[in-house]
């Protein structure tokens, strides 16, 4: 994914290259293959043949951060995991996306305790929430192409952090 | 009582000068904090190979003077034995102030595991323990939660007319 760097400034030529890699990048998204609640039961039938995410070139989730583009944060996270979901993200190459799953881990659902974080954005910056407890595949679904959809309008300047 | 179990709390309670008491079948003894090695030591001792339990109570805001009238806490231990099917409790009051008990985890192995549960959620010390660390919580974390007096969380809800306002407050991550 290393065009940011190679490209200077190529005026109009540029803005149509942006978008062609916005496009390829939609289509070739891998999610991080890791689940911390039951979230992650919908995640993973989001995943096999009746939801079928595969449609969306997401047939792959990586188990290494290191070859992983979107982090799905599927269920709630206790303050003892938040120090390794925040490495696992650092892990993750340039340019990458953050989906919080579910109620747990956009707010703390009803996990309002010391335990869990309430709400996983403190510990990483997230993209997309999805609402639901659990949402069901069509949800996570639609907030991936929601994703898909602020990746395509995204700019080079603005993806290189 | 169970038949098998009344002379083995018989011998408990002519030892250590303790009552039993008994709901719905279950039978316990308090013991003194000072007796529980040596109780469980006669209790294993008795046939009791297993440590089922080893939890606490908190009775907060119940007094708890340096004294130890009323106390704060009480220490349970559930024991079972495989052999003869039967179960037996000793219950050992402890003082809110600096609560520390003996170990017997060189008794029951399991118990080193649950008395640095009980270290960390209640902040019962066990003196001679080989290893006392937090063992759930993180091993920075302040304060022990399952105290009574514990706060439970921190989250504001954010409503329509407060939305705003809270979410100025909100540590949100930074890339």
């Avoid at chain 2, 090695?37 to 340096?66: I, N, R």
Wanted: glycine share 8%; with cysteine.
């Amino acid at each position: 994914m290393g065009v940011e760097q190679k490209l200077g400034n190529m005026g109009i030529a540029t803005t149509t290259l942006e978008q062609a890699v916005a496009w390829s990048r939609t289509n070739a998204m891998w999610p991080m293959l890791f689940g911390l609640a039951c979230c992650a039961i919908e995640m993973m039938s989001a995943q096999a043949a009746h939801y079928d995410m595969s449609r969306f070139g997401m047939e792959l989730m990586r188990p290494s951060p290191r070859q992983s583009d979107l982090m799905i944060v599927a269920g709630r996270v206790s303050r003892k995991m938040a120090p390794v979901l925040r490495r696992l993200y650092d892990q993750m190459p340039e340019p990458k996306w953050v989906i919080s799953m579910g109620d747990c881990a956009s707010c703390g659902g009803v996990f309002n305790n010391y335990a869990i974080m309430q709400g996983v954005d403190e510990v990483v910056p997230v993209d997309v929430y999805v609402a639901g407890c659990p949402p069901r595949p069509e949800a996570l679904i639609h907030g991936v192409l929601m994703l898909y959809e602020k990746v395509r309008g995204m700019k080079f300047a603005e993806i290189k952090k | 009582m169970e038949k098998k179990l009344q002379p083995i709390v018989g011998k408990l309670e002519k030892e250590f000068g303790v009552t039993a008491s008994e709901y719905r079948g279950d039978v316990s003894l308090v013991i003194p904090a000072e007796k529980i090695v040596a109780a469980c030591q006669k209790v294993h001792g008795l046939g009791f190979e297993l440590l089922s339990a080893l939890t606490a109570v908190d009775y907060w805001p119940q007094a708890s003077s340096p004294q130890g009238e009323n106390p704060r806490f009480h220490v349970i231990y559930q024991f079972t034995s495989i052999a003869m099917n039967l179960g037996l409790t000793l219950r050992v009051p402890v003082p809110g102030i600096n609560p520390s008990l003996p170990t017997v985890s060189h008794l029951y192995r399991n118990a080193n595991w649950r008395e640095r549960e009980l270290w960390d959620m209640f902040g019962i010390k066990f003196q001679g323990h080989p290893d006392l660390r937090r063992i759930l919580m993180p091993a920075d974390w302040e304060g022990h939660p399952l105290r009574k007096d514990y706060p439970l969380g921190y989250e504001e809800p954010q409503f329509t007319f407060n939305f705003e306002e809270i979410n100025l407050r909100k540590p949100y991550a930074k890339e």
